[in-house]
Structures are given as C-alpha cells and as structure tokens.
C-alpha cells in the first residue's frame, strides 16, 4: 500500500505530561479505530465521552472523542480525535493500540498538512502561512501568518491565473482565426491590455523590498565593543534577566549569547559579542573573530564604550549606533563621540538610566526597517521568486507580441505555469519534502 493511502496517527498537543493530550487519526481506517476504540461511532462533529479500550477490552483512558468524516475535515479524509489525559503511560497505551491495526502508522513531520494540500484543502501559500503562524514569536508575526493562511496571496494569485488564462485563450483563438483577416487584432488588443494591467500589479507587489519575508527572520542587533565596557550587562537590561555573564575581568564573554527579544511586535535578535582587541589568548582570538564576523552580518550595530574610549568601528555595512555606557560613574561629563547614522546614546547599563530611550530608538529602527508589512503579500523567498518568474514572462510576452502569436502564447503559458507552482498546483514535487518536513509531527 502507498504510504498516502495509509492511515496515520501523532500526537498534536504538547510533550506529555500534560493535563490533556489530542491524539489525531487521519486515512481510511479511522472510521475503524475509533469504533473499535470507543465502542461506538460518535455523531460528526460532536464531542462525546467514551471509555476508550484497547483490542483485548483492556481499557486505556476515559476520554473524549471526535469524528469528522470526509471530506469535511481537515485533510479532506475521514479524521478522528481522541482527547486523553496527558500522562506519558496513557499516550504509550494508546499508540501501542493504534498501531495494532492494519495499514496504520506514526505520522511524519507536517503530514497531516500535506495531505489537506494534496486534497485541495489548502494551497502551497496557506500551507506556508500555517508553518509560519505555528513558528511565529511576536504579534506581527503572527498577524502576517494568519493573513497567509486565510488566503490574502493565494486568492490573489488565482486571480492573476485566471486573468492569464483569459488572456492565453484569446492569443490562442487569434491563431487559430489567422486566416479570418481582423479578427487577431481584435482578439489580441484586449488580451494585451490585461498582461499589462497583470504586470503593473505583480510589479507593485514585489516592489515591497522584501519587508515581509524579513519579518519572518526578524532584525539582527549587534553589541560590540571593547573589553569591559558593559555590553553583558546591557543585553542583561534589554532581556530583563541575565542571560549574559557579567564579570569585572575583561574578556569574559568569549563566545556570541543571543537572545530573541519582542519589541513592540518586532521580533529582534540581539547578539552579545566578545569585547573586541588584540590578544594573544587563541579562545579569546577565536571569540573575537566572531564578534566582527556576527557584527558585519547585523542589521544594526550598538558600539559600546565608556567615557575613556568614545570611538566607533563599524563592521560591515550595518549602520552604527554609539552608546556611551557607565554615565553613573563620570561626573565629569564628557564630550560625546559620533556614531555613523549621528546616533549617540549615554545610559548606565547597570542602573538602567537610558535603557528605555534607547529601546525605543531600536522599536523606532524595526519600524522604518519593516515599514507597512501590515499589506505585505510575500512572506518567502520561494515565493518572491516565482512572482518575479512570473514578471519576467509577462514583460516578454509584451515584448514578443509583433513576432507572431505563438511566441506571445508561450510566455503566458509560462507565467500561468510559475503562478501554478507558486500555488502547489504544477511541477513542485520537487519542493513539497522541504516544505512540509519543517513542521511538527502531528500537524
């Protein structure tokens, strides 16, 4: 039997143990397991109480089950639902009794997902979308995930798709009416007045400058510095509680300490480096490469520096932000340095005066990084790349129009075929095992 014509199991709650454990059924045996399981079949839709028992009527757990049969289900197949008590002995009790039937076994990474994209449940885009709603940290994140999932680039690609088609089946009635005299012009004119209408909006939707798809990733902040100017201390602050070491001997930190922070929706990835100087001690020469390596690759740089040693080093192209630490201890106060962008922060990192300013200042960067992802319809590289596939066969079928029909037809056949994939529809077998395996067993 093909393994998508087998029936599969997983836990799709929490690792156990857990007050109550969803145990989910997907494939043609499922009518069979809960029936067997639950003594009855219970009402679709409906949840109902049943003392679940193995097949030697040894009895597993009191639980609550749920049948939907297909194709009104989450996968288009027939699905059944067993709400059991979270210990880990229940859950083994309960696999070992569905493994016991024929044809049934352990789901895989996202299978559960690929079959509702097989059965038309779902699109690739929505599919996408729905790993980024299960993976999203922040707010926004979320909001832009579940703008996926319920449709907002999938229902505008199928528009595009169907509008090439339209367009494709005039090209294709003026070939096949060549000897009619006008009417190819009359076919082609309004065919190539909705390839270009087509290719102003797929134009403005990727002039987005991919503002969406790093909202995924989020931004990379970087604190650098010399040794022993505070910067454990201050990603400390900005993660209100201590992640970092913090030590008075220089050279303390001799690795990179990331911490995912939530500003203000944002997701932000602040980087705590080794303090950056000359040293014949191989650990910390090693620390200190990767201090400048992971300060080039920052979306921002936060230079760190005491009243003694204002001067920034910017790494990379990242703008560079100076933030004057240890106020608290100079009472003599001293001229300020510039920073590349201007940008000069004083704050007491261990007393936390300025602290708030300068959190601001980064929410104030998230936000003209991100700009309006509010609308934002790319969330991937894969799919910015087949929007752009999709353009760049629009324009030459612009472009081919007076060389003969058959050109012209061509090119929109083959934007109709990138917008297929973009979908899920058309040639992307390819890429389904490295989308779908990203999930979590069980979803």
């Not at 999938?154 to 009619?180: H, T, V, Y």
Request: proline share 5%.
């Amino acid at each position: 039997m093909h393994p998508r014509d087998q029936t599969i199991f997983a836990l799709s709650s929490g690792r156990p143990p857990t007050a109550i454990a969803l145990v989910r059924v997907s494939g043609p045996q499922a009518k069979k397991i809960v029936t067997a399981l639950a003594g009855k079949l219970p009402s679709p839709r409906m949840a109902t109480r049943a003392l679940l028992r193995d097949v030697g009527q040894r009895p597993i757990d009191d639980a609550v089950v749920l049948w939907f049969p297909g194709p009104a289900s989450a996968t288009g197949e027939d699905v059944a639902e067993f709400h059991v008590h979270g210990g880990r002995a229940v859950l083994a009790a309960l696999f070992t009794a569905l493994s016991g039937f024929e044809d049934v076994r352990p789901a895989e990474p996202g299978e559960f997902t690929r079959r509702a994209f097989e059965n038309g449940k779902l699109d690739l885009t929505e599919a996408e979308g729905l790993d980024d709603l299960i993976h999203a940290d922040t707010d926004r994140q979320r909001r832009q995930a579940l703008r996926q999932l319920k449709g907002l680039l999938g229902d505008r690609a199928r528009d595009w798709r169907a509008r090439i088609i339209e367009a494709s089946a005039l090209i294709e009635a003026g070939i096949d009416f060549s000897d009619e005299g006008d009417v190819p012009a009359e076919l082609i004119a309004p065919a190539l007045a909705k390839v270009k209408a087509l290719l102003t909006e797929i134009e403005e939707v990727l002039a987005g400058q991919g503002r969406s798809e790093r909202l995924r990733d989020g931004l990379v902040v970087a604190i650098a510095g010399p040794p022993n100017v505070g910067k454990s201390t201050l990603m400390n602050q900005l993660a209100r509680r201590e992640v970092a070491i913090v030590s008075p001997h220089a050279g303390t930190t001799r690795d990179v300490i990331e911490v995912q922070l939530d500003l203000d929706g944002y997701p932000v990835t602040v980087i705590d480096t080794a303090g950056i100087r000359e040293t014949d001690d191989p650990v910390e020469q090693e620390g200190v490469r990767r201090a400048r390596a992971r300060a080039a690759d920052a979306d921002l740089v936060l230079w760190l520096a005491d009243s003694s040693r204002v001067e920034t080093q910017g790494e990379g192209t990242a703008p560079v932000w100076l933030v004057r630490n240890k106020i608290d201890l100079d009472a003599a106060g001293r001229p300020l340095g510039e920073s590349a962008e201007g940008r000069v922060f004083q704050i007491s990192a261990s007393r936390g005066d300025g602290v708030p300013e300068l959190i601001a200042a980064l929410v104030g960067f998230a936000q003209r990084t991100f700009g309006g992802t509010e609308g934002g319809l790319i969330s991937r590289t894969r799919q910015r790349k087949l929007l752009q596939e999709t353009a760049a066969s629009l324009q030459r079928c612009i472009e081919v129009i007076g060389e003969g029909e058959e050109l012209t037809a061509e090119e929109l056949r083959a934007a109709a075929q990138s917008l297929g994939r973009l979908l899920g529809r058309v040639d992307v077998e390819d890429i389904l095992d490295v989308i779908f395996r990203e999930f979590c067993v069980g979803k």
